[in-house]
């Protein structure tokens, strides 16, 4: 079984950068699949982007180059590097582990506002 912690999240300007973190525990962290999802205020979570444990990318179209993905398995920390900041990025940002069953964090707060 894994934790997951995120951090990073906060306020930005349209346009701007963030990068959030994911610190893992508790498991073997190279074996999980990992991603970001993002819950918009009264909308669905939704899919933003994953990393497999083979280091296999995948986005959603709406953050296409401008988001990236990546993992340091030797840290058990996943990141999402968030540029080009949209005010409908405001969500919050969940880490996902999936090894048999999903995990998931507590979520970190992402606000795009000028």
């Known amino acids: 079984q894994v934790q997951l912690v995120e951090s990073g999240g906060g306020l930005v300007q349209p346009g701007g950068s963030l990068r959030l973190s994911c610190a893992a525990s508790?498991?073997?962290?190279?074996?999980?699949?990992m991603g970001w999802y993002r819950q918009a205020p009264g909308k669905q979570r939704e899919l933003a982007a994953t990393?497999?444990?083979?280091?296999?990318?995948n986005y959603a179209d709406s953050v296409k180059g401008r988001f990236t993905i990546s993992r340091d398995n030797a840290k058990n920390t996943v990141y999402l590097q968030m540029n080009s900041l949209k005010p409908e990025g405001t969500a919050v940002y969940y880490c996902?582990?999936?090894?048999?069953?999903?995990?998931w964090g507590q979520g970190t707060q992402v606000t795009v506002s000028s």
């Open positions: 996902n582990a999936f090894h048999l069953r999903p995990y």
């Open positions: 508790g498991s073997i962290f190279s074996i999980y699949n």
């Open positions: 990393i497999t444990n083979g280091g296999s990318t």
